[in-house]
């Protein structure tokens, strides 16, 4: 059964810094790894997709990386600005009788202004 | 930009009562989910749906649950019987194509009381 882990669970960072997520998952053999942004009380917000075939993925100030050898993906942020403090979901689809996503439990990223 | 969208946004109900969440997919998309969040937990896969049939069903989705696609737009979650443990923010998900990347709506909160 697929895990996915996420450390650190929460994080403050004064703006403008350069920071790295991490998700970790204990089944290697996915089909593909996705980022997600979810505000308070709201719901999830696709940030990038990264295919098993995928090394990573930019867009704009994220980047994000995949591998699945060692079962690792990372979220890098740069420049980090207020309003990117959210928390931060990965989520690993492993297909095959485990139809949906398996998410970590997300890290709580705070910016100083 | 196409959403998927989510009625109501919350709903409150008495133990034992039913609910119908109602979800309305990204209009070309042929993959349909949903999930739950409890108050500060993970984001745990449910259900998915394609063809007007279930693909895939979590330990989570038992015989309380069921889901149906009564028209070409509409995708609804039925809770039979809610226990106050159904009490969580529940999400609806859609893609285009398998594997691909999954959007979700804003949910709707459920509370049991």
């Known amino acids: 059964k697929q895990e996915v882990t996420q450390i650190p669970a929460a994080l403050s960072v004064p703006e403008g810094e350069n920071l790295v997520l991490n998700c970790s998952f204990t089944?290697?053999?996915?089909?593909?790894l996705q980022w997600f942004r979810q505000d308070p009380g709201k719901g999830l917000t696709s940030l990038l997709l990264i295919q098993s075939s995928q090394r990573e993925q930019t867009s704009g100030r994220l980047n994000a990386s995949l591998d699945k050898s060692s079962g690792r993906s990372t979220l890098y942020i740069a420049a980090s600005q207020p309003g990117d403090s959210a928390t931060y979901l990965c989520a690993a689809y492993s297909g095959g009788g485990a139809d949906g996503l398996t998410f970590g439990k997300g890290t709580h990223l705070i910016i100083q202004p | 930009e196409p959403e998927v969208t989510q009625t109501p946004s919350h709903q409150v109900t008495q133990m034992g009562q039913e609910v119908i969440l109602r979800c309305v997919p990204i209009?070309?998309?042929?993959?349909f989910y949903w999930y739950r969040q409890i108050l500060g937990q993970k984001v745990e896969f449910l259900v998915s749906?394609?063809?007007?049939?279930?693909?895939?069903k979590s330990e989570i989705f038992d015989d309380q649950f069921s889901v149906e696609r009564p028209d070409g737009s509409n995708f609804t979650l039925k809770i039979r019987s809610t226990k106050l443990e159904d009490s969580a923010m529940y999400f609806c998900?859609?893609?285009?194509?398998?594997?691909?990347?999954?959007?979700f709506g804003p949910g709707t909160r459920l509370t049991v009381l």
């Open positions: 998900a859609s893609t285009k194509i398998l594997y691909n990347e999954q959007f």
């Open positions: 089944d290697s053999a996915i089909y593909n």
């Open positions: 749906f394609y063809n007007n049939e279930i693909s895939e």
């Open positions: 209009s070309n998309h042929l993959y």
